[in-house]
């Protein structure tokens, strides 16, 4: 059962545009919501996160935009710079009983173009 | 604190070896994950630890795969024998307890093994 499903797939956005991706979960019990940036070479590093008693929040030019009756959460990229090509990963977890048992969505590759 | 240090970081293999890998926890973590990454199968995770005792290995393929962590410092990942399908990045990750706050994996840089 694929329990966490990302879109899209892939991304091109110009300097300075926005840049949204998409996560759709299954498990109601997850009640984290992180998303990873993975840049090539190197390993996936913690973003940005969500808890499910906030609909929104914001880090910079990083939203993460959560709606829980819908079941998904999206992360908002705005004014996107070259610099934010990469892999983004959604990886939504719950504390009880899997705790630390992050479920890792396919994954969206940014390109920035200049 | 260095983070989280794998080795090697490169490791070509024929099919059949035996390949060991090497993983070094950031020092506190109580907690240990392996994953491995393919362009086929993204991000899976293979097995996690609590205090160096494995809770969950649900994600080791099969039992050509085996994990250790001796101590609190310290984690192998073993394939023996290796295949060519077992090519792919690993990487190890650790982590605090959780808090009432923010949960975070740190990864480290992964090593690239090549199985011919």
């Known amino acids: 059962q694929q329990q966490v499903k990302q879109s899209p797939q892939s991304l091109i956005v110009q300097k300075g545009g926005i840049s949204i991706i998409n996560c759709a979960y299954e498990n109601t019990a997850f009640d984290y919501f992180p998303w990873y940036q993975q840049f090539p070479g190197k390993g996936p590093a913690l973003l940005i996160a969500?808890?499910?008693?906030?609909s929104e929040k914001k880090e910079g030019r990083f939203t993460i935009s959560f709606n829980k009756s819908a079941k998904q959460f999206s992360l908002h990229i705005m004014d996107s710079q070259p610099g934010d090509s990469a892999t983004y990963f959604c990886a939504p977890t719950d504390h009880d009983p899997s705790w630390g048992k992050l479920q890792f969505g396919a994954g969206t590759q940014v390109v920035v173009t200049p | 604190d260095a983070g989280v240090i794998q080795s090697p970081r490169h490791e070509v293999t024929e099919m059949g070896q035996e390949v060991t890998l090497r993983c070094k926890p950031i020092?506190?973590?109580?907690?240990l994950f392996w994953y491995r990454q393919t362009m086929m199968r993204g991000l899976e995770l293979l097995i996690y630890f609590n205090n160096n005792v494995p809770i969950d290995d649900s994600g080791m393929p099969e039992d050509r795969f085996s994990a250790k962590m001796p101590n609190a410092s310290f984690s192998t990942l073993k394939i023996q024998p290796s295949e060519p399908r077992d090519s792919a990045v690993y990487f190890c990750?650790?982590?605090?307890?959780?808090?009432?706050?923010?949960?975070?994996?740190?990864f480290g840089p992964g090593t690239r093994l090549t199985v011919t």
């Open positions: 020092s506190g973590h109580d907690y």
């Open positions: 990750a650790s982590s605090p307890s959780p808090g009432g706050g923010e949960y975070e994996q740190y």
């Open positions: 969500i808890r499910p008693d906030v």
